[in-house]
Nanobody, 122 residues
């Protein structure tokens, strides 16, 4: 089992930045793909970003390309999502996720965090 805990969410004005962190415990994440999803009220959960186990493949949903950056620090067992140029449509609960198979291109999480709220005001 991998336990994932997100932090860093909050309220920010449009154009601002936030950095989300996801601390993993229970197992090393060094061989897992790690990523982020988000879900706005009344909407389906959507994929945001993922990074393969070795960092060789990084994927983003089109709407965040050029604004968001996913990074991982296996030594700290932590994954990050740097969010810049935030827009009101980025408002959602953001969830950290881990995939045992290590693939970013076929990212099917086995473990989920409970989420952190990001609210972007216009």
């Amino acid at each position: 089992q991998v336990h994932l805990v997100e932090s860093g969410g909050g309220l920010v004005q449009a154009g601002g930045s936030l950095r989300l962190s996801c601390a993993a415990s229970g197992r090393p994440i060094s061989t897992y793909a790690m990523g982020w999803f988000r879900q706005a009220p009344g909407k389906e959960r959507e994929f945001v970003a993922a990074k393969a186990w070795n960092g060789g493949n990084i994927l983003y949903v089109d709407s965040v390309k050029g604004r968001f950056t996913i990074d991982r620090d296996n030594a700290k067992n932590t994954v990050y999502l740097q969010m810049n140029s935030l827009k009101p449509e980025d408002t959602a609960v953001y969830y950290c996720a881990a995939d045992r198979y290590g693939s970013a291109s076929d990212f099917k999480p086995d473990y989920w965090g409970k989420g952190t709220q990001v609210t972007v005001s216009s």
